[in-house]
């Protein structure tokens, strides 16, 4: 957890007061369920509830552990501190620590889940606000970074809409992957604790009861968690290389908002730098690199080994941390974001008229000319403007071999912007329906 | 893709001819929307139906490819061969290489998820009969690789069983995430081609419209996609590496089928080695390397640069043959695996009583011991056990601290091995619902 | 291995014939040591060399293998088909089937990489002749895609020429790293085998012996070649990226050749796209994704297990062929690199002196300007060129502030290329010294 | 970082005290190169020593840098507020922030492998005590997790130590990679410093200089460095999983020393895992995730983008730390391992005599008995063994078609276990050299 990179809300989730919390919720209302099956005695069970405001002393935890090199016995021992080892002697009945420590962990992803949806949500907004503002801003479409046809800006902003919102519903399944407890004993037979208290445990938490869980959890649903996480930061990625590509000093077509005072460069006073989104680019590695040290936890040997646990301790807040923060970051710069439609004109007419290519290309081989010749003749046209700056349509005007197929005025039409956008709005439709 | 790891099946969907065949339909399919237009004549599109039953010339395509550099051009002069090049003139028509590139990528991809969802009823299939078969087996619950609390071998196999049932749902979602196609042109404004063209093709090929492309279609799916495949592949390492376990010499409860003729090592006869689990840990891990590239395909220059392509030309056979290959070899690993449920009572009772040590722990403490105490009294006798080969039972009853809690009745009744399997029922269901 | 991306020099390293026939040798390597030792009739050992010339024929060794399912064994037996099962007998005596497969792994690996030195000299000659050819073609420098100062054409092929230098270190070191051999039996004690056969087949295969194997040869030498690769892959990225970023339309500082007949899209005839760049970064993707599998490779259980083999059988060949290929593809592309003067000339002007600002800045200084106003002063005319156009040097010699510290002389001199450029020469020496 | 797998000698080296510290030094060093230089005054560069013994004051820089958005200006308004600001302003004359980040980081990593280095000797002489300890402690070597041949726990613990030594090695090899400083500017020309500058406060650091940087020193020698990292992690989970192995209840033949007062589990009171094991296996995955975001960073737009930033804050200091306490952990759990010979003989005899059956078979063709019918005659009994727990040794003596090529004396003399340890000398002379 780097602290420039964190926002407090996803930080406080994973916390050790959080975390303690959580154990000490389960192992309550794992003992009113006991209660209520006449494991334990009522008494015991309501006598738990005493801790209920307690902010567990982590630096007592700490140092008890340093005895017993178990951390759930250390929590234990001081919650009895709390409440009287008499009354404590019932709690954890029948429990084996990966009861609380997995069902813990699940609840702080699902919270940290919850979260990350919030963020998604900023980010969806920010970029279905900028998408219709610019709906018909017209500008060069590109692959390979060369020039192809014209796009609007608008559709730039609604694939990215899609694409988060893709991510969005990806992470909703997650969601339901991790969301999900066990309270099934030291090797996940219930032998010593009725399923009953899985199920009163895992409702009162908002999860679902593991359908089968051995000691632990099983782990492929983590893998499918972190897999989702790395495929949103790519998502991320994907947008903050656009915006880095449009702010090339060639380019220039948007720009990071830039603050008063902010200074881009110690050296070169004229920088203005998309320092946000190339950190974005570097974040999203971040988030990526869990995706491997998520998938080798699967295989754990036997019924568990603990090997999953450190790994865990780190992409848990880690990843979760990273993405929360990447999101608020992106959605801040999406919704700052300068954007400068005159230059995405003067970028399109760069090679004026050179990107009507596939126009004219077609309007050959409707003419007749085979598909063959059609391309010969544009291709040999385009060239001159590529190589000497000429006009294009200057020079298909004065090709005879063109203009014996097509008549100045068909392709003088050639060169209409609006033919390139006449569908912007049945995409809109596709992408934001009513 | 190496033969030895590969099944026909999945290797055809990935045949140059395949492709070419795909390709095909998309530009036939694509002409007969056009002619429904009215953009092309009727005929023209009738025509091109004529090569339906080519099996394209891979070679020739090859030939044209080298002076072209281009391979839709290469394939699109060839078919003109086939149909005449004046019929030929109007295929492809507003179309750009990608259209036909993604859509044929996702169709195979389609396809070849079909087949591993089959090779995951066969595994499902497999576990499900081992599970019931061995239901009530008596085996020890390792933790750690430590002897804990009895289970079955039925639970393992049912373990196994929801795992991959899990993986088998997410399959289906990321079928869905990669079924869609795009017909729409050069940045995906549909400028010179209707959207009415894409909804057609998609429709013939079983595909949904992408709702927003641009050359491409977005590859945030296919991340997700090859993501899946890898979770899927690290739930089988999870059973291979149980089977390797299972078949160490000291453990030796279940053993891979041997078949007649077959040798273990070429310098010692007497063995007989996991060789299929092994290997399935080894092709787990190729499965699992492509999602890294998958993930750095994502974000894409602009409306996209072609850094995609050699990785998918790579990772799309070679990741779904693998991993369709590992499907079969496990099914039949499962299938046949021989099982040896007096090796599992031996090793159980290797330390004999020690794994119902939390029994007297719990018995202990209700009655009226502290929890603190009890596990005292609970671990200094197991480490006789574990120190000295001393029976656990016999220790416990020689305890006056012990037998001062509990009467010789109450201790004898925690030896009790059917307490461990009393909810194996309870689980069956949930995982096995009627 | 894709077809496409494969040199055939290096597809034959890898064939099944050339495994075989390294196999042979070192049987018969083996056999002459073992005669000499006395161990084996020496007549037989020579009666082994009567297969020297026989091409062996994979078809059947395969078809014994189906029997066997063991592939050394099927080899041998096939051998003696070649040589007399009489005289094949003490073939492979002592050893154990590891000893053949890792010491003939890293004969292919030793010979894979001494083609993978000869495609990073082609590489290296490529970079330092564009380095030598363009050593004082101004161009701007950029930072953040933000032009920042002028450097020259001549030092970034020098850098990318230092870095592939430093790859090229690597790789000898990664070669001597996997240059190893082991015939030291079932678990490497030598209990069946003298020491004495493992120097005398190191030897004559031009290796070294490894010090301590077990039954294998130690994985982490692979893992360390391949994370090699993996960093090579990169650097090759690294200067993908960089042309990439040239052939952008509104860069075009540099373009791939493009030669005759070549198109660039099948719908739009005036495209030339950078469309081996970026496919080398599709191949660096490809090439980096073994690093992963070749780490897991390293702990394999106790003496060894075999779930390294499937990984290696995938990633030996393909890791090598597309990193070989992508060397001869970097190097015809720099080559052949189209490159354009007058563009960096008139792209560095285009924020016409901007680029100079940090000249001023530290003249303002020297002048006894504070830091802080200096940065102030600076920034406040750069802005203005920024937004509205303006001419950085007039602005300059306008501001009251700036010329009370510094004369319209001083300002005009910093101005100057020249300054930019005057150690260019100290920073060739470095890379290229004498 | 996590605290519980931290050592504080390696956070102390990534605390932000530490960072500003060699900020300083670096600033301090190169005014007094710029002041031998004549470039500034030698009184400023003088002036600058006098905050020699300031701690910075962290909580003050980020104040500053709140506003700045730039973390180096902030500080050098800090460091001006310590010696005043018109003795500071010729501090940072012609620098770049990244001439002092990059050769920050380079210092810290500098530092870090020193003590990666510390630790890893510290594991090797813990392996090379035990080796020497149990050079003759006969134990089964395992192919498969089957029994193969007899080897000796020496040369377990002895091939571990060269693989470490291997470790050690390359990790020297990578702290060269990392230990070069750049002070060349904005864009790597020198334009506006003295290479001079450079070379000083290269030498006062113990650095080399980058012989050629463009605004950064550029990444592939990191991505190196931190290969190396993964594969020494990897290396050690290879240990680890040897010990896990070891300490499963079956086979016992070593254990993690055992503490007074810890406790194995809250539930099962008999348990001693080996968790310190386990959670170096989790350490090596959290320290191999840094290996695919660093190699993801090589490829670093133009003179450099920053997106490397954020991945080196986190994986820097998490991967380095990490490691330091992983090495530690592993020499202490080496250093205390509890060793179990005579379960080690036990688990040898478990299938009597059948691990010598090599040996029989090449007594068998030595007697002149084909391969083929020695491998089946050696099968054929060892399979009794297997199957019906029989005596290997009395099977072969019964079996007439063995007793027809070998006599009952020879027959026993296969069964000498001193055959096997014979070379051990050998093979520790080779790894342990005098």
Known sequence: MIPRYSRPDMVAIWSPESKFKIWYEIEAHACDAQAALGVIPKANAEAVWRAKD???????????????????????THLAEHIGS???????????SSDVLDTTLNVQLVRATDLLLTGMDRVLAALKARAFEHKHTVRIGRSHGIHAEPTTMGLTFARFYAEMARG??????????IATGAISGAVG????????????????????????????????????????????????????????HMQRTEVLEAEEFFSPGQKGSSAMPHK???????????LARLVRMSVIPALENVALWHERDISHSSVERAIGPDTTITLDFALHRLAGLVEKLVIYPENMLRNMNQFRGLVMSQRVLLALTQAGVSREDSYRLVQRNAMKVWEKGADF???????????????????EEKFDLGYH???????????FPA
Chains 1, 2, 3, 4 share one sequence.
């Open 54 to 76: 307690v902010t567990f002393d982590v630096a007592r935890i700490d140092e008890i552990e340093a005895v017993t090199k178990h951390d759930v016995i250390a929590f234990l």
């Open 86 to 96: 008499d009354d404590a002697r019932f709690v954890h009945q029948g429990m084996t």
């Open 168 to 177: 969005r519903a990806r992470l909703e399944a997650a969601r339901a992957e």
């Open 189 to 244: 037979t219930f032998a010593n604790i009725d399923p009953a208290v899985e199920e009163h445990v895992c409702k009162m938490l908002g999860l679902t009861p593991e359908p089968i869980s051995t000691q632990v959890i099983p782990r492929d649903r983590h893998a499918m968690y972190f897999a989702v996480l790395a495929v949103i930061a790519s998502s991320i990625e994907n947008i903050a290389i656009e915006i880095r």
């Open 272 to 282: 203005r730098n998309p320092v946000l989104s190339e950190n974005l680019t570097g």
């Open 393 to 411: 349509k200057t020079e298909l005007l004065a090709d005879a071999e063109v203009t014996a197929a097509l008549s100045p005025a068909e392709i």
């Open 421 to 431: 956008t006449k569908h912007v709005d049945t995409i809109f439709n596709r992408v």
